[in-house]
T-cell receptor, first 111, second 115 residues
Framework: GAGVSQSPSNKVTEKGKDVELRCDPI?????LYWYRQSLGQGLEFLIY????????KSGLPSDRFSAERTGGSVSTLTIQRTQQEDSAVYLC?????????FGPGTRLTVL | TQLLEQSPQFLSIQEGENLTVYCNSS?????LQWYRQEPGEGPVLLVT?????EVKKLKRLTFQFGDARKDSSLHITAAQPGDTGLYLC???????????????FGRGTQLTVWP
């Protein structure tokens, strides 16, 4: 389809393990965002990529979190040494101008 | 710290009733967006307002951006069960006129409309 896709849709991991979450944005969209959503909470901004500019990493909660965007398209969010408080739905969005188009999210559960 | 406060957090009403959801902040935003999210899906944009005092209508939904660009409201007339969902407001602070940049989201209002 033409929308934003994310994989996996669900991920269960053990505390201390590393995880990688993938986002395929809409083709041609120059901006890509990662958010996370915990139960009962709104969306928490994590990181923002815009073209070839340096990413805005101001929302990353700790140095265990990192993200990259290869070739201006696909992005990977990596969480190292996962903790139980990392459990949440991780949402990716892409945009061209104002509207952000969201993927369905990856539900991460850390046991 | 939550820049945008939404109220109420939960709203349960009967079909045909009217409702208003509020989104307030002490900060000024260059734009304000409203999204609707259903379980298992990402949020979907309903509207973007960029001018203080702006009012936009989409069928039974009316959106207003405060004059000072610090608050917004969403009013639904004659609610229907299909309106059920999580309504999120989100503010942008990018004045460059190009890509919006990061959004500051409220915690959302969970609306349930009973038939």
């Amino acid at each position: 389809g033409a929308g934003v896709s994310q994989s996996p849709s669900n991920k269960v991991t053990e505390k201390g393990k590393d995880v990688e979450l993938r986002c395929d944005p809409i083709s041609g969209h120059t901006a890509l965002y990662w958010y996370r959503q915990s139960l009962g909470q709104g969306l928490e901004f994590l990181i923002y990529f815009q073209g070839n500019s340096a990413p805005d990493k101001s929302g990353l909660p700790s140095d265990r979190f990192s993200a990259e965007r290869t070739g201006g398209s696909v992005s990977t969010l990596t969480i190292q040494r996962t903790q139980q408080e990392d459990s949440a739905v991780y949402l990716c969005a892409s945009s061209l101008v104002y509207e952000q188009f969201f993927g369905p999210g990856t539900r991460l559960t850390v046991l | 710290t939550q820049l945008l406060e939404q109220s109420p957090q939960f709203l349960s009403i009967q079909e045909g009733e009217n409702l208003t959801v509020y989104c307030n902040s002490s900060s000024v935003f260059s734009s304000l967006q409203w999204y609707r999210q259903e379980p298992g899906e990402g949020p979907v944009l309903l509207v973007t307002v960029v001018t203080g005092g702006e009012v936009k209508k989409l069928k039974r939904l009316t959106f207003q951006f405060g004059d000072a660009r610090k608050d917004s409201s969403l009013h639904i007339t004659a609610a229907q069960p299909g309106d059920t969902g999580l309504y999120l407001c989100a503010g942008g602070r990018d004045d460059r006129g190009s890509t919006l940049g990061r959004l500051y989201f409220g915690r959302g209002t969970q609306l349930t409309v009973w038939p």
